[in-house]
């Protein structure tokens, strides 16, 4: 089943609507049943459970860590700024 959906809106939102739509190759009635579509299953992912909260965070600080550059990455400003000088001689 499906319904209709009447709006109105002013010209100047119709030609920014128009030109998003265009840009993607889509009628602005598809470009509107896409992004509202998007907002739905973004809703339902905003509904999880305290339970499943604290599993997804779980699962995302596994990852926390995991990438070894082989040197420290902190904010060692003498360091940065030889890196820059560095790179700037270079250019010229």
Do not use: C, R
């Not at 002013?10 to 030609?15: F, G």
């Not at 602005?28 to 499943?52: C, M, R």
């Amino acid at each position: 089943m499906s319904q209709q959906l009447k709006l109105e809106i002013s010209d100047e939102t119709y030609a920014y609507l128009q030109q998003k739509a265009n840009s993607l190759g889509l009628s602005i009635s598809e470009w509107a049943i896409a992004l509202l579509t998007q907002q739905k299953s973004h809703d339902k992912s905003s509904q999880l459970s305290p339970e499943q909260q604290k599993l997804t965070k779980q699962s995302l600080l596994n990852f926390a860590g995991a990438v070894n550059l082989g040197h420290e990455t902190g904010a060692d400003n003498e360091a940065i700024d030889v890196d820059l000088a560095k790179a700037y001689l270079n250019e010229n």
